[in-house]
């Protein structure tokens, strides 16, 4: 737990789980499962910083079609339809 509060504090509150998992084995050769220490950083309240600051923006337009552009190959898409008529 010592380890894991250090490896926390020396990266500003930067890392998480994922990345206190590899530091355990590269500089003290600790394996450890990521869940143990998913549960020893939320029973400590070890939140990483950078999430609670970040806003998300949702990518997808809102509202609009993307998809509805101009036939600029001149395809035909309408030939399609007259192909399954029995």
Do not use: A, C, T
């Not at 309408?78 to 399954?84: D, L």
């Amino acid at each position: 737990m010592i380890l894991i509060y250090d490896i926390f504090k020396e990266s500003r509150k930067q890392f998480g789980y994922r990345r206190i998992k590899s530091e355990l084995f590269k500089k003290h050769n600790i394996l450890m499962n990521f869940k143990k220490i998913i549960k020893l950083m939320k029973s400590f309240s070890m939140i990483v910083g950078y999430l609670n600051r970040r806003q998300r923006k949702n990518k997808h337009l809102v509202g609009k079609n993307r998809f509805n552009v101009p036939d600029l190959i001149k395809r035909g898409f309408n030939k399609i339809k007259n192909r399954f008529i029995i």
